[in-house]
């Protein structure tokens, strides 16, 4: 029933786990293993670290797992295969026991209460086994089918195609309930909310999107710890063909070696950068970093304001923690002190460190509420201008229904006639068009590619290299009606164009970096 491919490696990874508490050093069995579902091979110790990090913190903090295959279709019992984890730590698979598919019945109508499968399902492997599990995953045989799909296909794929595989993957399991955890964690529950607010819209393409507008680079994601420092290397290169390549590494750092966690010296990033070939070292503190990801997988989606203004202040507060939670290696041109120094003295004040990330979000929610409403509708027309053409081509259609101040839908329009009848139509008449079909739109917001890559080069790939320079270059096509365009315009944005580029940065910078030095 599951893939062969697969099946090795899971029951080599369930063995080496059985493996790790009988030996003194762990670190010493050397044995490579692909993260599950994946084609990437990595030392089978830090996949067994992984899961001892990550399982406890968002799946399920107790010991014992049940997965349950169930069929499709009507059947007396839909229970198609019972296998039991005993983990010595919570979410390592250090044990596998296949039960009698027959200890349990369970019918379609039965899955409406997993509540109730869960604690049949318990009692039975109490009494029969003696061991007590703490949570049940429930896998459809509809998914087992999709993932078997996938896996055959691994060896085959580039990385890129593997990623549009497996966010193909999830998005259908999630919203078919092919896959399910009970109890639930919140991490399940925040990407089943994500992607019904996504409404229709695949993950996938949003990802190829994206991707297209990246330019090559090579990044080391040190996530550091005291306890066991993990590099994630990404690398987007071009081929002899000039197609774009992408490469994913993870692996340990020795802490020795590069003193990472030293207290006498400094961090080795020089000897980092030059060992794996990579252009920036992106170093993040581990704690901080999970810390946000778990409130953020307990947020209810849509977010109220109030909770998305929360969450927007601990963004930028690990903005301004730097070298603090992160760091970046080369170090920030903006964060040089001389340079700061120089350019203040023409009234430019830029710092890290004191980005206002308590009133920032109060200000750009206040504006949006002022000039565009508490309850509104506002479309985004995504284009894709040719150079040396002023023709408008819209590509994408999404729309944004606002109410009390926060995004409550997204209806992606995949209508292609009516995206056809979009093209170089002014603002005004793509908002009566679309008005007809999805009631009143509020606003009309223009966004071309260029603009989007410009700043993802600016404020991600190359943020090391950030400069006055390469702001003013985003608030130029900002300004330009062939890259960014509201309709109607409101008060803020005309004085944006009227306003010289220089000017309009000095006042900005006033506005989000905090003026006191304490």
């Known amino acids: 029933m599951i893939n062969k491919y697969f099946k090795e490696n899971w029951l080599k990874?369930?063995?080496?786990?059985?493996?790790?508490?009988?030996?003194?050093?762990?670190?010493?069995?050397?044995?490579?293993?692909?993260?599950?579902?994946?084609?990437?091979?990595?030392?089978?110790?830090?996949?067994?670290?992984?899961?001892?990090?990550?399982?406890?913190?968002?799946?399920?903090?107790?010991?014992?797992?049940?997965?349950?295959?169930?069929?499709?279709?009507?059947?007396?019992?839909?229970?198609?295969?019972l296998y039991l984890y005993e983990t010595t730590k919570p979410g390592i698979h250090s044990a596998i026991k296949e039960l009698p598919k027959d200890s349990i019945v369970v019918k379609q109508e039965?899955?409406?209460?997993?509540?109730?499968?869960?604690?049949?399902?318990?009692?039975?492997?109490?009494?029969?086994?003696?061991?007590?599990?703490?949570?049940?995953?429930?896998?459809?045989?509809?998914?087992?089918?999709?993932?078997?799909?996938?896996c055959e296909k691994l060896n085959k794929l580039t990385s890129f195609e593997f990623f549009i595989s497996l966010l193909d993957v999830i998005q259908i399991s999630l919203e078919n309930d092919l896959f399910s955890?009970?109890?639930?964690?919140?991490?399940?529950?925040?990407?089943?909310?994500?992607?019904?607010?996504?409404?229709?819209?695949?993950?996938?393409?949003?990802?190829?999107?994206?991707?297209?507008?990246?330019?090559?680079?090579?990044?080391?994601?040190?996530?550091?710890?005291?306890?066991?420092?993990?590099?994630?290397?990404?690398?987007?290169?071009?081929?002899?063909?000039?197609?774009?390549?992408?490469?994913?590494?993870?692996?340990?750092?020795?802490?020795?070696?590069?003193?990472?966690?030293?207290k006498t010296h400094k961090a080795d990033f020089s000897l980092i950068q030059s060992d794996f070939g990579v252009d920036k070292i992106i170093n993040l503190n581990q704690n901080p970093f999970l810390i946000f990801l778990t409130e953020l997988f307990e947020t209810e989606l849509p977010p109220n304001k109030e909770k998305l203004k929360l969450l927007f202040q601990k963004v930028l507060y690990g903005i301004r923690?730097?070298?603090?939670?992160?760091?970046?290696?080369?170090?920030?041109?903006?964060?040089?002190?001389?340079?700061?120094?120089?350019?203040?003295?023409?009234?430019?004040?830029?710092?890290?460190k004191k980005l206002s990330h308590w009133a920032i979000p109060d200000f750009l929610?206040?504006?949006?509420?002022?000039?565009?409403?508490?309850?509104?509708?506002?479309?985004?027309?995504?284009?894709?201008?040719?150079?040396?053409?002023?023709k408008q081509t819209s590509t994408e259609l999404i729309l944004f229904r606002i109410e009390n101040g926060s995004i409550k839908k997204l209806d992606y329009i995949k209508n292609q006639d009516l995206i056809t009848k979009t093209n170089q139509q002014s603002l005004e008449s793509v908002r009566l068009i679309i008005s007809e079909q999805f009631g009143f739109i509020s606003n009309v917001l223009m966004v071309d590619k260029q603009l989007i890559k410009t700043i993802l080069?600016?404020?991600?790939?190359?943020?090391?290299?950030?400069?006055?320079?390469?702001?003013?270059?985003?608030?130029?096509?900002?300004?330009?009606?062939?890259?960014?365009?509201?309709?109607?315009?409101?008060p803020p944005y005309n004085l944006f164009k009227k306003k010289k580029s220089i000017l309009f940065l000095k006042d900005l910078l006033s506005i989000i970096i905090d003026k006191h030095e304490f």
């Open 365 to 390: 929610f206040d504006l949006s509420a002022t000039y565009i409403g508490l309850n509104a509708n506002l479309l985004l027309v995504l284009t894709d201008k040719i150079e040396n053409s002023s």
């Open 110 to 150: 039965d899955l409406d209460d997993k509540d109730e499968i869960f604690n049949r399902l318990q009692a039975f492997i109490l009494k029969e086994i003696g061991i007590k599990i703490s949570c049940m995953r429930l896998i459809r045989k509809r998914g087992v089918d999709l993932l078997n799909s996938h």
């Open 13 to 81: 990874i369930v063995k080496f786990n059985s493996k790790v508490n009988l030996v003194e050093n762990p670190k010493e069995l050397k044995e490579s293993v692909r993260i599950p579902v994946t084609p990437f091979e990595i030392d089978a110790f830090l996949l067994y670290h992984l899961f001892d990090l990550l399982y406890p913190r968002f799946v399920n903090d107790q010991q014992n797992i049940l997965d349950i295959i169930v069929s499709d279709f009507e059947l007396d019992n839909i229970v198609f295969g």
């Open 457 to 490: 080069n600016t404020f991600l790939i190359d943020f090391h290299k950030i400069s006055i320079f390469s702001l003013l270059k985003v608030i130029k096509l900002l300004k330009n009606p062939r890259y960014f365009q509201l309709y109607p315009e409101i």
């Open 181 to 262: 955890i009970y109890p639930e964690p919140n991490f399940l529950r925040f990407n089943k909310n994500f992607l019904t607010f996504l409404n229709g819209l695949q993950l996938s393409k949003v990802f190829t999107f994206l991707y297209g507008l990246i330019p090559s680079f090579s990044t080391l994601i040190l996530m550091n710890s005291t306890r066991l420092p993990i590099a994630l290397i990404f690398k987007k290169e071009k081929n002899k063909t000039h197609d774009s390549v992408l490469n994913i590494n993870l692996t340990l750092l020795e802490s020795e070696k590069y003193k990472l966690n030293s």
């Open 321 to 352: 923690a730097y070298d603090l939670n992160w760091s970046m290696f080369p170090k920030p041109k903006i964060n040089n002190f001389l340079l700061r120094f120089l350019i203040r003295l023409f009234g430019i004040d830029i710092n890290l």
